[in-house]
């Protein structure tokens, strides 16, 4: 990495740590979280970008030239092969079920029966693997096929081979474009878990009026799997957020009463225990969180750094959470897609003038930059950032990296499949170190486990 | 760097050199299966076998005190990945057995006698579902959870693996300036069915009771084996593609039964290696003498043979020699009892006689043994360096090539679920299918190679 | 507002097993199917009144459709050819636009407007410009509600708008957009007449357009 490289890159991480942090900065950061429209920016299609990792460096490169003022970027979530491997069936893909330039979609359902609640909360690991798991992989259909094992071994390789394309894409924009990482590992709430990935919509609607006491025992139950599952996806090194995006806990979704008695609780446990791990959290509030999100003034200050949505008032959030968390927004899709550079330009000067006065600020669209984004109104987004967006001359802020956790801190005990005691029993005496073979066992019995988590995501 | 750089390149060019059969500066010192320079810093069999983080500096101190060796290998058994699978026809150090004893192959028949119609239409599916059920462990209950996920984990241990892997190999190039002796591997196809499926007492009824079956059974499982060890080979074929032939030895079988079940078809295998672009090291193990005539066949230049310990070199020199380079010429009791006065004695026979016109590689017989001493090894060395010189220096063009051959075909992909199959599954494609077909089979194959590598 | 029966008293309670338990009686007292089911859409009117007033909330929507549709099952049997046809207070086209496969917000419309008295023809999503057109032709619905949850839908909601103007019955027609990413910018870029914020603005403005 040349030292210009370099510099730029810590530069552009110490601005994005500072504003998360409340500290001075020496202007607003441009640090769009899910920036779509750099993924389709440079000319590639939906499908070629969820199918082709080899597209991801040429993308990146053409936006980060054109859009140099740019403060961080994302990596990918969706990998198109990988789904196909397994039959994943709770996402339509673009270029396999829908055009190539349409957006992928989640398909809402119900995955989790709710007869089942007292399954996964005696142990989660068993209720994934044995009920939820052959509903959404289609080659479970006949378990004991050659297929679908040779589907597990396929999908072992190709996640090794996606995170090696993942690592070489951050490698990439750290040391070859100077740009840092918007967030690094994924977490849903523990409520969200249950409402989006499990009892679908309809279910969990009906278990807060039904059961309600089952889900504060499931979302108890899910939170130390969660937390183990993303500490393993998150930055080794402790620079970048850790990325929640949190679906029902906006308005008119719950009640505020229930909002406090279900959502609440177990996604703040999940928040705390990683910022005691030394993470950030860059939590996206999507829809209107209006009337809940006064909650996050519970947690340490300046740890979580909030996206507020289109539907959300950002200067109202400004007010509420001013001087405890760092907010980003302020720009709704509609801006982005139908408005002019005119607009957009006024619009960004109103919010640096009002919710960025103080810092704490970062300018993003509502929870995304869209696809369809005018490229001369992200233009003028950062030229207004430029003009009315600065504070000062540079930033005073020592660069947070730490590739160890804090003092005394322990991971949360959580659940794998086949613990190294069964393995020992069934292995019988072992004749020589016991350490070095139990080392590996674990290693890859918690990969195993975080990788099977990260399909209810 | 540059050094380095300069360092393999001579190496690489000596090696090369010699199994092409071209002038070299001396006799190359390149042992296939050094197993004594596993442990020679001091690492147990079981540190060796289990922990990935230690081979880099194993290799280090190695060639640090032995400089003057020209090739060194990869390990081949990685005990997580056995353990992942619950692999049962290998004992472990440090498991099964106490951390210094070396591993070691359980035999045993995986495969019934009325098994070979399924085993010759369909390879692949009868590996998954007769022959991996009865070797791993882990899938005792079958369909279970706990059966999906040692697949899982096996998928991402063995890419782990493949990552430390290329780790230790541009270790070894860059740091060290020192190339592999070989990199993948292929059995012979009557090996594939004796060592790792009939077993010994199997085979050896079969060729009696059904030889046709195992004629058309060898021939059934060339293209998947092919295609599974050029999966493993050096993608720049600069090192040769290893096979460990066992069964082809004096007194299994008869010079008779040799020509009809055992050469064939590994002659057939062999060449589409080397139509690939490929050399070969082939371990002769035990007493070969009255068989290896027959790699005479084969083009001239490109099939490195390790003579074993029980087989005469000389005989083999005067055999084949000037057809294929040979290596050997040390016995594992040499080497690990012998003084390094008698090793002496014997490189610089070995140099006079064997390694007279070329086309020769000092090495044990087929390894160099956990327990050689280093005072021998030392010794080897040294007599090498003075006997075993011919000239100043390497004059041969280094063979480093990502490319095939002009026209050359690989042999037809395996594959459990071919893309035609998921495709229809699939339905309407809306976009571009190439995107989507071509990591569909990229897996596909890669999975299917995996499979090859769990039956000896 | 009209005192409610015990019935719609208890489904506006959410009173799941009270419910069930005065249907059960009223079927057994002979009474018919029709007159129950009119009694549950007083409920659910309640219901959306509750929702207006921000005292009920998505969840208690989407657990209420669940208790009527619980009733329904129960009343099936019951029901005559010709209770089918009720009389409606009008008929609502709803659909999620082509592209977008997203219905939650769709289908609580879709229930509040039936429990409203509306004939609700639902097209159910990714439906394309054609159908949009030709089912508000067919049915002469004068309201059409078009539902989108992602952003790159504006152009198509505006497609349908146009393809209203050229078969000549856009002004017969009010159009009312609504889900996450719309608002008064988009209502105006893809000329529609309304912008819902939430499901009971959507069956407000239907009361409105049918009188």
Request: net charge negative; glycine share 8%; hydrophobic share 40%.
């Amino acid at each position: 990495m040349s030292d210009s490289v370099k510099a730029l890159y810590e530069e552009r991480l110490k601005r994005y740590q500072a504003a998360i942090a409340l500290a001075p900065t020496d202007r607003i950061p441009i640090a769009p979280g899910s920036n779509y429209f750099a993924e389709v920016y440079s000319g590639f299609n939906h499908q070629e970008y969820m199918y082709d990792a080899s597209k991801w460096i040429e993308a990146d490169r053409k936006f980060i030239e054109d859009f140099p003022e740019t403060d961080v970027l994302r990596t990918t979530r969706v990998w198109g092969p990988i789904q196909d491997i397994l039959g994943f069936n709770t996402y339509k893909l673009p270029g396999r079920d829908l055009p190539p330039n349409v957006q992928f979609q989640f398909i809402e359902g119900e995955r989790m029966k709710p007869e089942e609640y007292d399954i996964l909360i005696r142990n989660p690991a068993e209720f994934i693997f044995e009920y939820y798991l052959p509903r959404v992989f289609d080659v479970l259909k006949d378990r004991t096929s050659a297929r679908s094992y040779v589907a597990f071994l396929k999908a072992g390789m190709a996640q090794m081979y996606w995170n090696n394309m993942l690592k070489a894409r951050a490698e990439f924009l750290q040391n070859e474009m100077g740009m840092p990482m918007a967030t690094m590992g994924l977490v849903l709430s523990p409520f969200d878990a249950l409402a989006d990935g499990l009892r679908g919509l309809r279910g969990i609607m009906i278990d807060v009026h039904r059961r309600p006491e089952k889900i504060q025992e499931a979302c108890e139950a899910l939170v130390p799997e969660l937390v183990n599952s993303v500490l393993g996806a998150a930055d080794p090194l402790r620079r970048y957020p850790i990325f929640m995006p949190l679906h029902r806990g906006c308005y008119p979704f719950l009640s505020p009463k229930q909002f406090e008695e279900l959502y609440w609780p177990p996604l703040k446990k999940v928040v705390q225990m990683l910022i005691d791990a030394g993470y950030t959290v860059r939590a996206y509030l999507e829809g209107n969180w209006g009337p809940n999100w006064h909650h996050w003034r519970e947690l340490p200050k300046g740890k979580v750094l909030l996206d507020i949505d289109g539907p959300g008032d950002i200067v109202k959030a400004k007010e509420d959470l001013g001087g405890y968390q760092c907010i980003a927004g302020g720009l709704t899709d509609s801006d982005l897609t139908v408005g002019t550079p005119e607009h957009v330009r006024e619009k960004v000067k109103f919010l640096c003038e009002t919710v960025g006065k103080d810092g704490g600020y970062i300018i993003s669209g509502g929870c995304n930059i869209p696809y369809d984004t005018k490229p001369e109104n992200y233009r003028a987004m950062i030229d207004a950032i430029m003009e009315y967006g600065r504070y000062g001359d540079k930033t005073e802020y020592e660069v947070q990296i730490n590739p160890n956790p804090p003092e005394g801190w322990q991971p949360p005990k959580g659940h794998v499949l086949t613990p190294w005691e069964v393995k020992k029993e069934e292995i019988g005496e072992i004749m020589g170190d016991e350490d070095l073979i139990k080392a590996a066992w674990e290693m890859f019995e918690r990969m195993a486990f975080n990788w099977t988590f990260g399909w209810i995501l | 760097m540059e050094d380095k750089k300069k360092l393999f390149e001579e190496r690489l060019k000596r090696y090369q050199g010699a199994i092409a059969l071209a002038p070299v500066d001396r006799v190359p010192i390149a042992a296939g299966a050094n197993y004594f320079a596993e442990t020679y810093s001091g690492l147990t069999k079981q540190q060796f076998v289990y922990d990935s983080s230690k081979w880099m500096e194993a290799d280090k101190k190695f060639v640090e005190d032995f400089p003057e060796v020209d090739a060194l290998r990869s390990g081949r058994i990685w005990g997580p990945l056995h353990d992942i699978v619950g692999y049962n026809m290998y004992k472990l150090p440090g498991r099964d057995l106490p951390p210094d004893v070396q591993f070691q192959f359980i035999e045993g028949e995986r495969m019934k006698a009325d098994e070979y119609d399924l085993l010759i239409s369909n390879p692949g599916q009868f590996l998954l579902e007769r022959v991996l059920p009865r070797v791993f462990n882990e899938l005792k209950e079958p369909g279970s959870m706990r059966a999906h996920v040692a697949f899982l984990k096996a998928g991402m241990a063995q890419m782990y693996l493949a990552g430390a892997m290329k780790q230790r190999a541009l270790h070894l190039q860059n740091e060290l300036g020192m190339p592999q002796p070989m990199v993948g591997v292929m059995l012979a196809p009557f090996d594939m069915l004796a060592d790792g499926l009939r077993g010994l007492k199997g085979i050896m009824t079969d060729i009696h009771r059904r030889p046709d079956k195992v004629l058309e059974a060898c021939d059934a499982i060339i293209p998947d084996m092919v295609n599974a060890a050029l999966a493993t080979a050096d993608p720049l074929r600069r090192y040769p593609i290893f096979m460990p032939l066992h069964r082809g030895c004096h007194p299994f079988l008869s010079p008779k039964q040799f020509d009809t079940f055992y050469w064939p078809s590994l002659k057939k295998a062999m060449l589409m290696l080397i139509d690939a672009g490929y050399t070969i090291r082939a371990f002769l193990e035990g007493d070969w003498s009255p068989n290896w005539h027959h790699m005479r066949e084969l083009p001239k230049g490109k099939v490195l043979c390790d003579i074993d310990g029980p087989g005469d070199i000389f005989k083999a020199k005067a055999d084949f020699g000037d057809c294929q380079c040979i290596a050997g010429g040390l016995s594992d009791s040499l080497l690990i009892l012998g003084t390094p006065d008698e090793i002496r004695e014997r490189v610089r026979k070995l140099c006079e006689v064997v390694g007279r016109d070329g086309g020769f590689i000092m090495n044990g017989g087929c390894c160099i043994p956990y327990d050689a001493k280093p005072e021998n090894y030392r010794a080897m060395i040294d007599a090498t360096l003075e006997y075993g010189r011919y000239s100043d220096r390497t004059d041969f063009e280094i063979q480093c090539d990502p490319n095939p051959p002009a026209g050359w075909k690989p042999p037809k992909a395996g594959v459990i679920t071919p893309w035609e199959v998921k495709k229809a599954e699939l339905g309407h494609i809306y976009g571009d299918e190439e995107l989507i077909k071509g990591p569909w089979e990229m897996f596909e194959r890669m999975a299917y190679n995996w499979l090859w590598a769990w039956t000896w | 507002m009209a005192e409610l029966t015990a019935l719609a008293k208890a489904l506006v309670e959410l009173d799941e097993e009270q419910v069930m338990e005065l249907v059960k009686q009223k079927l057994d007292a002979g009474e018919p199917a029709m007159n129950i089911i009119k009694e549950c859409n007083e409920g659910m009117a309640g219901i959306g009144k509750r929702f207006e007033d921000g005292v009920y909330f998505l969840s208690e929507l989407i657990f209420s459709a669940e208790i009527l549709q619980n009733v329904m099952a129960e009343l099936e049997p019951h029901l005559k050819e010709s209770d089918q046809k009720a009389e409606s207070r009008g008929i609502v086209v709803l659909g999620t636009v082509k592209g977008d496969i997203h219905d939650i917000g769709k289908n609580i419309v879709a229930t509040l407007l039936t429990g409203a008295g509306f004939e609700v023809v639902d097209l159910g999503v990714d439906v394309p410009t054609e159908a949009f057109v030709e089912k508000v032709k067919e049915t002469g619905a004068k309201v059409l509600g078009m539902s989108a949850l992602l952003s790159f839908t504006y152009p198509e909601m505006k497609t349908v708008i146009d393809a209203l103007k050229d078969a000549g019955i856009r002004d017969k027609v009010t159009v009312i957009i609504g889900g996450a990413p719309c608002n008064e910018q988009v209502r105006e870029f893809v000329g529609a007449d309304y912008y819902a914020i939430d499901a009971v603005t959507g069956v407000n403005i239907s009361k409105q357009v049918y009188g």
